[in-house]
């Protein structure tokens, strides 16, 4: 059983304009997708799910479309049935571009549910990978400049401390739908080890039975962290006594 799953839920788009639908109902969709997921989560008792909801390079997308997105995880955030299950949510992103209205609402409801022992759900919004590690480092060099940390002694525990959620522990499994084989700057510092899972299918057309389906395939996976496989000693052959 893993600790963490992250997943890149990708094919909204795609799976609304095979339909004739404009992309905005996709991701409506992908919401609905979203709450399965959660649903699920809850009930095989995983800790933490990370959902990949909006990147810092989405912003090249139409306008249209970024506007959907972001006003469908507003009204998630404010009416959606998540908010009332047993579910610590929080947000890691960058806040620049994003709508304060937005940003109220996944700062609110990171303090409202602050104290919640069930699922740790963070929802990656205006998220990059590298984003991210470059405003940890500016935080470590400002914690160095400041006489908290030796430059010359500092190890991945110190970066790890001024990462934005230091408490988000590192990725078990991450899947990716919409039949792309890439991770796309989604959580590379904490993904490191992950076990990568790849699916056809887009993410509108996902549910619970998918998630445990992936964690079934995690769990038949040898996972060694760059050690050696244990190899059992052979037992030495017995001589046989001739007739």
């Given at each position: 059983?893993?600790?963490?799953?992250?997943?890149?839920m990708?094919?909204?788009?795609r799976?609304?304009?095979q339909?004739?639908?404009?992309?905005?109902?996709?991701?409506?969709?992908?919401?609905?997708?979203a709450r399965?997921?959660?649903?699920?989560?809850?009930?095989?008792?995983?800790?933490?799910?990370?959902?990949?909801?909006?990147?810092?390079?989405?912003?090249?997308?139409?306008?249209e479309?970024?506007?959907?997105?972001?006003e469908?995880?507003?009204?998630?955030?404010?009416?959606?049935?998540?908010?009332?299950?047993?579910?610590?949510?929080?947000?890691?992103?960058?806040?620049?571009?994003?709508?304060?209205?937005?940003?109220?609402?996944?700062?609110?409801?990171?303090?409202?549910?602050?104290?919640?022992?069930?699922?740790?759900?963070?929802?990656?919004?205006?998220?990059?990978?590298?984003?991210?590690?470059?405003?940890?480092?500016?935080?470590?060099?400002?914690?160095?400049?400041?006489?908290?940390?030796?430059?010359?002694l500092?190890?991945e525990?110190d970066?790890?401390?001024?990462?934005?959620?230091?408490?988000?522990?590192?990725?078990?499994?991450?899947?990716?739908?919409?039949?792309?084989?890439?991770?796309?700057?989604?959580?590379?510092?904490?993904?490191?080890?992950a076990?990568?899972?790849?699916?056809?299918?887009h993410w509108?057309?996902?549910?619970?039975?998918?998630?445990?389906?992936a964690?079934?395939?995690y769990?038949?996976?040898?996972?060694?962290?760059?050690?050696?496989p244990?190899?059992?000693?052979?037992?030495?052959?017995?001589?046989?006594?001739?007739?």
């Amino acid at each position: 059983m893993p600790t963490h799953v992250a997943i890149i839920m990708d094919g909204n788009g795609r799976w609304a304009e095979q339909r004739g639908l404009p992309r905005s109902a996709g991701h409506r969709a992908g919401n609905v997708a979203a709450r399965e997921m959660v649903y699920g989560a809850l009930e095989i008792g995983l800790r933490h799910l990370t959902l990949y909801a909006f990147s810092t390079e989405n912003w090249q997308r139409d306008t249209e479309e970024i506007a959907a997105v972001l006003e469908a995880t507003r009204r998630e955030l404010d009416e959606g049935p998540v908010r009332d299950l047993d579910v610590r949510q929080r947000w890691s992103g960058n806040p620049g571009k994003l709508p304060e209205e937005l940003v109220r609402s996944l700062l609110r409801e990171e303090r409202r549910t602050r104290a919640r022992t069930g699922l740790t759900l963070t929802v990656c919004l205006n998220y990059g990978g590298r984003d991210e590690i470059t405003r940890t480092a500016a935080a470590l060099a400002r914690a160095a400049r400041a006489g908290d940390v030796d430059p010359d002694l500092i190890g991945e525990d110190d970066f790890a401390r001024h990462l934005p959620h230091p408490d988000m522990p590192d990725v078990d499994l991450l899947w990716r739908t919409g039949d792309e084989q890439r991770t796309s700057n989604f959580l590379p510092w904490q993904a490191t080890y992950a076990e990568l899972y790849f699916t056809p299918g887009h993410w509108p057309d996902a549910d619970r039975r998918d998630l445990w389906q992936a964690i079934t395939a995690y769990g038949r996976r040898r996972r060694r962290h760059g050690a050696a496989p244990l190899v059992s000693p052979r037992k030495p052959a017995v001589p046989t006594r001739p007739e």
